[in-house]
């Protein structure tokens, strides 16, 4: 019994991880999160690209003659 409280208490946050990561692919929540983080992704490039026009203007520039 003793063993047992002892990998309890060295794995438990694997096993919750593990059990939470089992609920998400079963339920395909999976699927809204990525979406989410694609969407916040997008944001944060976008309003980079806003605030540094001149920036990204001359790296695309140069990216594209050196291809």
Do not use: C, P
Request: hydrophobic content about 50%; glycine content about 6%.
């Amino acid at each position: 019994m003793d063993s047992l409280k002892s990998f309890w208490h060295d794995y438990k946050g694997a096993i919750i991880g593990v059990i939470i990561s089992i609920i998400i692919l079963m339920t395909k929540i999976y699927m809204l999160i990525i979406s989410i983080i694609f969407i916040i992704l997008g944001a944060i490039v976008g309003n980079y690209v806003q605030r540094n026009k001149y920036e990204v203007k001359e790296r695309i520039k140069s990216f594209i003659d050196r291809v």
